[in-house]
């Protein structure tokens, strides 16, 4: 039977690998959408919700393992910057 220290190991490394390859790259380039001043649209939004719904999921491993907190942290704090910004950008249009 696998532990469940290494399925965790498992769980981080794919969620590791998603998030250099498609996640960071995709917030980045909605940041720079957001910070020029558009607005999102519903794609952009859509992906949000399923990124933040993917975040509350693995919030059980990223409790049990500290040492990837910073990390989701950042990328929280990230999403957040990006989320504040297009309702500021809403607000103006």
Known sequence: MVSQKFRDLGVMTVLLRRVYSQR?????????????????????????????????AIQPTIERHPEYQPLAAQLI?????????????????
């Open 24 to 56: 960071l790259p995709r917030i980045i380039m909605l940041k720079d959408k957001v910070d020029s001043g558009e607005r999102l649209d519903r794609y952009d939004i859509s992906y949000l919700d399923h990124v933040l719904a993917d975040a509350r």
């Open 77 to 93: 704090g990230l999403y957040k910057q990006v989320i504040d910004q297009a309702v500021e950008n809403e607000r103006c249009h």
